[in-house]
Protein backbone atom coordinates (compact mmCIF):
# COMPACT_ATOMS: atom_id res chain seq x y z
CA UNK A 1 0.00 0.00 0.00
CA UNK A 2 2.82 2.44 0.63
CA UNK A 3 4.40 1.97 -2.46
CA UNK A 4 1.09 2.87 -4.00
CA UNK A 5 0.48 5.73 -2.31
CA UNK A 6 4.07 6.71 -3.34
CA UNK A 7 3.37 6.19 -6.69
CA UNK A 8 0.36 8.17 -6.85
CA UNK A 9 2.26 11.13 -4.56
CA UNK A 10 4.84 11.47 -7.38
CA UNK A 11 2.14 11.72 -10.38
CA UNK A 12 0.70 14.41 -8.01
CA UNK A 13 4.28 16.06 -7.55
CA UNK A 14 4.66 15.94 -11.76
CA UNK A 15 0.78 17.75 -11.68
CA UNK A 16 2.11 20.15 -9.34
CA UNK A 17 4.83 21.01 -11.68
CA UNK A 18 2.56 21.37 -14.45
CA UNK A 19 0.14 23.75 -12.73
CA UNK A 20 2.82 25.94 -11.20
CA UNK A 21 4.10 26.63 -15.18
CA UNK A 22 0.80 27.22 -15.87
CA UNK A 23 -0.06 29.76 -13.29
CA UNK A 24 2.39 31.84 -14.28
CA UNK A 25 3.95 32.84 -11.34
CA UNK A 26 0.64 32.17 -9.31
CA UNK A 27 -0.91 34.92 -11.30
CA UNK A 28 -3.97 32.99 -12.84
CA UNK A 29 -6.29 31.83 -10.20
CA UNK A 30 -7.23 28.61 -11.03
CA UNK A 31 -3.81 26.51 -12.09
CA UNK A 32 -2.89 28.48 -8.55
CA UNK A 33 -5.73 27.02 -6.55
CA UNK A 34 -4.94 23.26 -8.11
CA UNK A 35 -0.79 23.55 -7.48
CA UNK A 36 -1.31 24.20 -4.25
CA UNK A 37 -3.83 21.23 -3.89
CA UNK A 38 -1.83 18.81 -5.94
CA UNK A 39 0.94 20.09 -4.24
CA UNK A 40 -0.46 19.51 -0.57
CA UNK A 41 -1.90 15.82 -1.88
CA UNK A 42 1.79 14.99 -2.69
CA UNK A 43 3.47 15.96 0.36
CA UNK A 44 0.52 14.20 2.20
CA UNK A 45 0.94 10.51 0.36
CA UNK A 46 4.48 11.43 1.28
CA UNK A 47 4.31 11.45 4.38
CA UNK A 48 1.87 8.63 4.94
CA UNK A 49 4.08 6.13 2.62
CA UNK A 50 6.98 7.01 4.71
CA UNK A 51 4.89 5.33 8.01
CA UNK A 52 6.41 2.21 6.54
CA UNK A 53 9.16 3.14 4.16
CA UNK A 54 12.71 4.45 4.76
CA UNK A 55 13.01 7.92 4.52
CA UNK A 56 15.86 8.11 2.32
CA UNK A 57 14.24 5.76 -0.11
CA UNK A 58 10.89 7.39 -0.13
CA UNK A 59 11.87 10.81 -0.61
CA UNK A 60 14.51 9.46 -3.51
CA UNK A 61 11.68 7.83 -5.36
CA UNK A 62 9.17 10.27 -4.73
CA UNK A 63 11.47 13.01 -6.15
CA UNK A 64 12.40 10.32 -8.93
CA UNK A 65 9.11 10.06 -10.35
CA UNK A 66 8.38 14.16 -9.85
CA UNK A 67 11.60 14.84 -11.72
CA UNK A 68 11.57 12.60 -14.69
CA UNK A 69 7.85 12.85 -14.97
CA UNK A 70 8.07 16.32 -15.36
CA UNK A 71 10.87 16.23 -17.86
CA UNK A 72 9.41 13.74 -20.07
CA UNK A 73 5.74 15.55 -19.92
CA UNK A 74 7.85 18.52 -20.77
CA UNK A 75 9.19 17.02 -23.91
CA UNK A 76 6.05 15.84 -25.06
CA UNK A 77 3.32 18.30 -24.15
CA UNK A 78 5.71 21.68 -23.64
CA UNK A 79 8.17 20.67 -26.33
CA UNK A 80 11.24 20.97 -24.20
CA UNK A 81 14.32 19.56 -26.08
CA UNK A 82 14.61 15.48 -26.10
CA UNK A 83 18.54 15.86 -26.51
CA UNK A 84 19.84 12.22 -26.08
CA UNK A 85 22.09 13.11 -23.68
CA UNK A 86 18.88 14.66 -21.75
CA UNK A 87 16.67 11.36 -22.27
CA UNK A 88 20.05 9.01 -20.94
CA UNK A 89 19.94 11.30 -17.92
CA UNK A 90 16.34 10.75 -17.37
CA UNK A 91 16.21 6.59 -18.05
CA UNK A 92 19.27 6.86 -15.64
CA UNK A 93 17.11 8.71 -12.86
CA UNK A 94 14.13 5.76 -13.60
CA UNK A 95 16.78 3.08 -13.29
CA UNK A 96 17.58 4.34 -9.68
CA UNK A 97 13.68 4.78 -8.79
CA UNK A 98 13.28 1.17 -9.89
CA UNK A 99 16.39 -0.08 -8.25
CA UNK A 100 14.75 1.67 -5.04
CA UNK A 101 11.92 -0.52 -5.23
CA UNK A 102 13.72 -3.77 -5.95
CA UNK A 103 16.19 -3.11 -2.88
CA UNK A 104 13.69 -2.36 -0.52
CA UNK A 105 12.98 -4.50 1.79
CA UNK A 106 9.39 -3.34 2.17
Given at each position: MAW???????ILEIAFAF???WSEGFTR?????????????????LSISLRTLPVGTGYAVWTGIGAAGTAI?????????AAPTRVLCIVL???GV????FVSGN
Open positions: ALLGIAGCMKLTPALFTIATGLSSVFLLGMVVLGDSILAVGLK
